[in-house]
Every structure is written in structure tokens, then in C-alpha cells.
């Protein structure tokens, strides 16, 4: 029988009314009717979508109780990524973090305003909607792409399932966490105590598992809530600050964190702090800190993000907890690079809500700094809330059978000889040798986990992404011996690969054909996947954007590495010993020989054409005497090394400035042949290089797109983003992550969401993936 006007008009009254009921329960806390009246109004609006099903509606309140279990959870892309806040642990990091912003926004003197509210302990989630009705969500994953738990986060109550109000956005993402109140985890525990399973360990981990079930009935069960904090992608007006923001998504229907508040400096700042943490037992809800951002969006526009984080935002972490246990044992892991790591093997205990049994001591000067032993009382301690840290012992616990902790002599893993570490230190017309903190296996590729852990790291995602090369399949290939080094994968055959447990024919062609997509990586992928100590992502980029090549690279010595940004003496002469290892050489010939060749190779960056001075490399020879302003004056007396070197007594003395002892301290330096030949090297390589002071001056304009800030929306299908962004960068472009009146071009690939329609508002010119790369082919061909 078709629905009549009368009916369909009362369920939709019915659902404005539950939806109000709902609100004001459970965002409010103001309930206005009795819970059987609730209940009442509930099951006459099921009755009717039973008896008319052409009234039920995904946003009606009936349809929060969860439907049939899933198999899989989908993926969700993010149309802005989900990134993570960095940290502040102390006072002095939260003043640090306003300077920075302040001197970054060219207000040093300024009282900026912040937003601030508790950091609740939960899991971080994205709801979207659309024409006002909540059509997905997601969890963060790994920032770009998220699980599907839609289903279940429409179980939740405090989350509306169409928004209130009007004016809202044709599309709002709301950002947010999804936790669980004090109350309702103990009630969740009591009943799985009753029922003979096992209780959660704390609030976080019972949210989290409750929405990651394939069966939304049982998340219908769990007493979860939502807060919201802050937006994703929009498409429409908002307003321009982020408390005005938070109190429009509130006017929506969306909750947000009543202790929140607007506070102005760093003084502010550290007052709410300091009030949150005095009230942190009473608050219904866990928290772990606080999270400040700017208030200004505008501002947080300019400012942007590093790789990972917002540089306008940080969370303030609150002191780790801490417990006392038994140190049981000291175990020894052995790393890719063949660091000998001990391990703390403790008897379990909670701290924090988790259940800890295994603590890192980094290395043996940490051991002897905290003189630990084993059978010791040991203070642990969940640094962040996160990493499990051993802060010192309790000497008056210590029993008599406690034994010292000693290093093996020989590897845990292969049986060869453990040596410690020895490193160079350069002083004042001397080099030293003292000892590391860190003790290696040298058994290199005889030892298994060195060889396996390295491949793991070079196959990884952010390395050479080679996809279908996970750990299990590594431990086999090095096991049955078919790979001793990175090299060895490109020379794998199917035959090879057939035979191994769980390859059939399609899955052997795929690793194949995985393996052979990877011989072309970035020059910054490439040198990440390498594995030298110490050079993570940010370095290898680094490397790759400045130097240009990997040969340049390769001959680098440690003191012209010292010209590069945030590249010290310790990492220099790592990537120096790294890249004159035999052995090394050796992968990185054959690596060569079977097509492995890294891209985007070009000139050295702009930034370091005719970067160096001849007083700066006279400083780095550590010559004694012979401080900033000495080389200064030397070097515009002189004006070339080899002038200097062969100078006599007399032409030193000539020297306005430098003192008779800096003048026989450098008569002394350069009368060994040694550090002759090594300082004309150094001078030589500067001049290979272009960095030389006698080497023609790039001008940024050199570059096609320098001065220039782009902008990457949307799925490019050709290439990475991390691609894309790599060529722009080799072309002189800056990268932003938003769209502001300074962005010089948006590049929209698909689905391109709001910065599209920003960049469109501002008149930005915009090109599409085709447009963009036939745009790269005719600058990089210039």
C-alpha cells in the first residue's frame, strides 16, 4: 500500500524530533523529555518504516544500531591529509613553538591568539558530509588513506546524522575523536568481566576496537562519543578563525570540547595548561595533553606544514606515568646496519593503562649510565604516553644476586665479532680517535638479520615501494639464500620465485613485474633506500634536491657535506664512510649493471653554486689559532688556498690582525704534505662541485620556476604526488600544502576538492595531470 501524505509527514516529524532528542541527550546534556517518552517516539518511527519502507532514510535515528557484519573494512582516500601534531614536552618547547610562529608570520612582538583544548585519548577519525548528510567516515590510517567505518560511526549518537541548522557547506569534513568516557569503560569491562573475557587496558584501546568491528551491532553496544576539533575538505564559506569554526560546526550539530578556550601568547598558553592538567583526574574522559593552534586561519594558511605536521598547531603532552618492575633479562637485537641493541625484558606491569614487558636501552653508555642490573627495581616510564623508557633503577632494592649486563662478544644472530664503534674528531690541528656508544656486528652479509633488515628497509614503502615484497617473503629469500644484498633482488628469475611458499604463477609475475617498476626511483627514494646510518627521509631529500647527483653524492667528503642544511659532522661522516665501503660500492655497481638507475638527476642546486668561501674551508680545517675572524682576514690577504699554503714567514706576517702564535700555528699546519694535499681536495672537490668561490654564481632565476609556490591537489595518475613534488622542486618551484592568494599555480588531478575551487576563486591558474606534465617536459628539455 503507497505511503499517504499524513504518514510520510509524521515519520519525518518523527526524525526531526528524535534527531533534536538526540542532541540535546547527548552533545548537551540537556535532556528535555523523559527516557520512556524518548523510547515511545522511537519505536512509533520503526513501526512506520516497517509498515512503509519507502519512508526509512539513511539519516533517520532508527538506523544507528548497526547492520550485517563486514568482511573487510574499505579504504577511504583523504581529499586533505589527515596529518599528525608535533610535541611539546616542556615549557621552554611551547615558548619555542610561538617564537617560531611569530617570527615566521614577521611578528616578533605580537600576542597571538589560540585555540586550546584538551587532547582526548582516542582515535581520530574524518566524518564527511554532503548537502548537509553524513554519506562516509573514516580513520586517519596512514594520513592519505583511511579504513571505511562508516557503518559503525553511524552507531554513535553524539554524531548527527544530518546536520542542524542551515548555511552549512555542500560538503563538510569534520575532524574529530572518537573516545570513550571513564563511565562507560569501567560499565565495559564490568560486563566483559561477567561474561568471562578479557578487559580492555584502557580507554583508548576498548574505542579503538570497537570501531574497527566487521559487525557494527556490537560498535551499537560500545559507549562511544565524538568531539570534534577541527575540518577537512569544504566546499562552501566558513568562518576565519578556528574557535568561529568550532562554534559553527556546534550551531551543526556536531559536539565540540566544552574546556575549550581562547587564549592569547605563550603565557596563555601554559595557564590553561597548567589549569587542564590540575583538573585531568576529574574530566569525565581521558586525556594525554593539550592542543594549541593559531586561531587565525589566514595565519595558519601562511604558515603551512612541514612533512608531517602543521607548524601553527602543537599538542603539549602531559609528564609520562610511571611504575616500578623487575628487570628480568637483558636481551641483544641486532639492527640492518649491525648496531647491537640490548632490550630490557621486564616482568609485565601497567603503565598508562598498557601492559609493558620490553623497554629499548639504546646502548651500552645507557646502560652503564643508569648502572642497571639484572634482578634490579627499575623506574619505567611511558615517554609521551607512548614509548616505553627506563628512567633509573632503585638502588636500595637491588638484591645481591644481581648480575652486570655485558655485551656479547660475538653477534646473537651469525656468531661473529662484536666491535665497538670508533669515531674521528677533528680539533684544533689534531684528529682523535675516540670510542662510540653503539657496538656492531661485523659479520655484514654473513649475518642474516643485518642482510634481512636491510632489505626490508630498501623494498619499504617510502623507499623503493616495491609492492608484494613483504617481510615474510624477505626472511624467505635470505633464509634459502636467493638474495645477500638489495642488488640481488633485480637478479631474481621466476623459477626462483615459483618455488616459494604461497607464490602461485600470477603472484610470481606480479613480484616480477613489481621488482622491474622499481629500477626507477627518485634520486631522494633511492638514497633513503640505501639504509646509511643516521640519513632518513628529510636528509636523503635534502641530499638529492642540493647535490643534484648521485655521483656527487658519492665523492662528497665530510667537511664539503657541512655546507648542506642541517647536515652535522657525525651524519657527514657517515654518509662519507658509507659511500667508501667496498662493500657498498660494490651493491651500488651492480645495482648499476642491472638498470637500477635513480631519476631526476640535475645541476647542483642554485642555493650551492659559489656557496663556499675560503675563510669558511680555513675554518674547517680546524687549524689551531685560526678562529672565524683570523680566516676572515687570511683569506682577503691571500685570496687563494695555494697562495696561503706556500706563503713564507714573511708574507704570513704581513697579515693585519693574526698574531704571531696563529701565524706559526699555520706555518705548522701546512708543513705536513698530508694536510696539504687533503686541504687542496677539499678545494678541488668545491670547484668540481660548483660550490667553489671562484665558481660562476647561479641566480635562482637560473631555475624556470624558482620564486614560485605550487600546489598538488587531487590523484595524479602518471606519477606520486612525492614525484610531482620532486620535479617541481628540481625546477626551482616551492610546494605548499594550501592555496593562498601567493600560490603561483594548482596542479588538479583527480577529484580535486576545495583547493580546486580556491585556487578558481583567487584566479590561480590551474593545469590539469596532462597539461602539468607536458608543462615539466618543456621546462626540463629547456
Known amino acids: 500500500m503507497p505511503v499517504d501524505a499524513t504518514t510520510a509527514a509524521r515519520a519525518q516529524q518523527l526524525r526531526r524530533e528524535l534527531e533534536t532528542h538526540n542532541h540535546r541527550y547527548y552533545v548537551l546534556d540537556e535532556p528535555s523529555i523523559p527516557d520512556a517518552e524518548y523510547d515511545r517516539l522511537f519505536r512509533e518511527l520503526q513501526a512506520l518504516e516497517a509498515e512503509y519502507p519507502e519512508l526509512l532514510t539513511s539519516d533517520s535515528p532508527t538506523q544507528r544500531v548497526g547492520g550485517e557484519a563486514l568482511e573487510a573494512f574499505g579504504q577511504i582516500q583523504h581529499r586533505v591529509p589527515m596529518l599528525s601534531l608535533g610535541n611539546a614536552f616542556s615549557e621552554q618547547d611551547l615558548w619555542d613553538f610561538d617564537r617560531r610562529i611569530r617570527e615566521a608570520l614577521e611578528q616578533p612582538q605580537a600576542r597571538l591568539a589560540y585555540c586550546c583544548e584538551p587532547k582526548l585519548d ?87 576496537g570497537s570501531l574497527r568491528q566487521l559487525d557494527s551491532r556490537i560498535t551499537a553496544t560500545r559507549p562511544l562519543a565524538f568531539c570534534s576539533y577541527g575540518i577537512g575538505e569544504v566546499v ?88 616500578v618492575t623487575e628487570l628480568l633479562d637483558v636481551e641483544f637485537q641486532v639492527g640492518r646496519t649491525g648496531a647491537i641493541t640490548p632490550v ?19 646502548n651500552m653508555d645507557e646502560v652503564a649510565r643508569l648502572d642497571i642490573r639484572i634482578g634490579d627495581q627499575v623506574i619505567l616510564r611511558r615517554a609521551g604516553d607512548v614509548i616505553p623508557q627506563i628512567l633509573g633503577i632503585v638502588p636500595e632494592q637491588r638484591p645481591a644476586e644481581a648480575r652486570p649486563v655485558a655485551i656479547p662478544e660475538v653477534c646473537p644472530v651469525c656468531g661473529a665479532q662484536v666491535e665497538r664503534t670508533r669515531l674521528t674528531r677533528h680539533s684544533k690541528g689534531s684528529e682523535s680517535q675516540t670510542e662510540g656508544a653503539i657496538y656492531r656486528c661485523v659479520g655484514r652479509l654473513a649475518c642474516q638479520a643485518q642482510v634481512q633488515q636491510a632489505i626490508i628497509h630498501f623494498v619499504s614503502r617510502k ?82 634536491l642540493a647535490l643534484g647527483s648521485l655521483a656527487r653524492i658519492r665523492q662528497a667528503l665530510p667537511e664539503v657535506l657541512l655546507w648542506l642544511p642541517d647536515v652535522g659532522l657525525e651524519v657527514a661522516g657517515e654518509i662519507h664512510h658509507f659511500f667508501q665501503d667496498a662493500h657498498n660500492q660494490q651493491v651500488l655497481e651492480r645495482l648499476a649493471a642491472l638498470g637500477v638507475q635513480a631519476q631526476e638527476e640535475g645541476v647542483l642546486h642554485s642555493d650551492f653554486s659559489a656557496c663556499a668561501t ?22 682577503s690577504h691571500f685570496k687563494t688556498l695555494e697562495a696561503l699554503i706556500t706563503a713564507d714567514w714573511l708574507e704570513l706576517a704581513g697579515v693585519k690582525g ?67 613534488k620532486a620535479r617541481l622542486e628540481q625546477l626551482g618551484a616551492k610546494v605548499a600544502g594550501s592555496v593562498s592568494a601567493k600560490t603561483h599555480c594548482v596542479v588538479a588531478g583527480a577529484e580535486a576538492g576545495s583547493k580546486l575551487d580556491k ?18 617536459a618543456q621546462l626540463e628539455t629547456q
Open 122 to 208: 582516542g582515535l581520530a577519525v574524518n566524518l564527511r558530509y554532503e548537502q548537509g548528510v553524513l554519506v562516509s567516515g573514516a580513520t586517519r590510517g596512514n594520513g592519505a588513506v583511511g579504513e571505511d567505518i562508516s557503518l559503525n560511526l553511524r552507531t554513535i549518537k553524539n554524531i548527527p546524522l544530518r546536520l542542524h541548522g542551515q548555511d552549512w557547506p555542500e560538503v563538510l569534513e569534520v575532524r574529530g575523536e572518537v573516545y570513550m568516557p571513564k563511565a562507560g569503560f569501567e560499565a565495559l569491562n564490568a560486563r566483559q568481566l561477567e561474561a568471562g573475557a578479557k578487559p580492555f587496558a584502557n580507554p583508548r584501546n576498548a574505542a579503538a
Open 658 to 724: 693574526v698574531n704571531e702564535k696563529a701565524r706559526r700555528s699555520l706555518s705548522e699546519y701546512f708543513s705536513h704534505a698530508e694536510r696539504q694535499k687533503y686541504a687542496l681536495a677539499l678545494e678541488a672537490q668545491l670547484r668540481d662541485f660548483g660550490m667553489h668561490w671562484d665558481s660562476p654564481k647561479a641566480q635562482n632565476t637560473a631555475l624556470p620556476l624558482a620564486g614560485q609556490t605550487w600546489v598538488l591537489t587531487g590523484t595524479l595518475s602518471s606519477l606520486t604526488r612525492p614525484q610531482a
Open 344 to 362: 630490557a625484558r621486564l616482568q609485565p606491569v601497567a603503565v598508562g593503562g598498557v601492559m609493558v614487558s620490553n623497554a629499548s636501552l639504546h
Open 759 to 776: 585556487a578558481q576563486d583567487l584566479g590561480i591558474s590551474v593545469l590539469d595531470e596532462a597539461a602539468f606534465l607536458a608543462y615539466l
Open 236 to 323: 562552501g564559506d566558513l568562518p576565519d578563525t578556528q574557535t568561529a569554526v568550532l562554534q559553527a560546526l556546534k550551531s551543526w550539530g556536531l559536539p565540540i570540547s566544552p574546556e575549550q578556550r581562547l587564549v592569547e601568547g605563550a603565557e596563555g598558553c601554559l595557564a590553561y595548561y597548567q589549569d587542564i592538567a590540575a583538573r585531568r583526574d576529574q574530566l569525565p574522559y581521558e586525556i594525554d595533553g593539550v592542543v594549541f593552534k593559531l586561531n587565525a586561519l589566514a595565519d595558519q594558511q601562511t604558515l603551512g606544514f612541514r612533512a608531517r605536521e602543521p607548524r601553527w598547531a602543537i599538542a603539549h603532552k602531559f609528564p609520562a606515568q610511571e611504575a
Open 614 to 635: 675560503l675563510a669558511e674551508l680555513l675554518e674547517r680545517l680546524n687549524i689551531p689559532g685560526i678562529a672565524r675572524t683570523g680566516a676572515q682576514k687570511l683569506a
Open 463 to 544: 623507499a623503493m615501494d616495491i609492492e608484494g615484497l613483504g617481510e615474510k617473503i624477505v626472511e624467505q629469500l635470505v633464509a634459502q639464500s636467493l638474495i645477500r644484498s638489495p642488488a640481488d633482488l633485480y637478479a631474481l628469475t621466476y623459477e626462483q620465485i615459483i618455488v616459494l611458499e604461497g607464490f602461485a604463477e600470477v603472484s610470481t609475475r606480479n613480484l616480477l613485474a613489481a621488482i622491474e617498476a622499481s629500477k626507477q626511483p627518485s634520486l631522494a627514494r633511492f638514497i633513503y633506500a640505501l639504509g646509511i646510518p643516521e640519513v632518513g627521509e628529510e636528509t636523503a631529500r635534502r641530499l638529492a
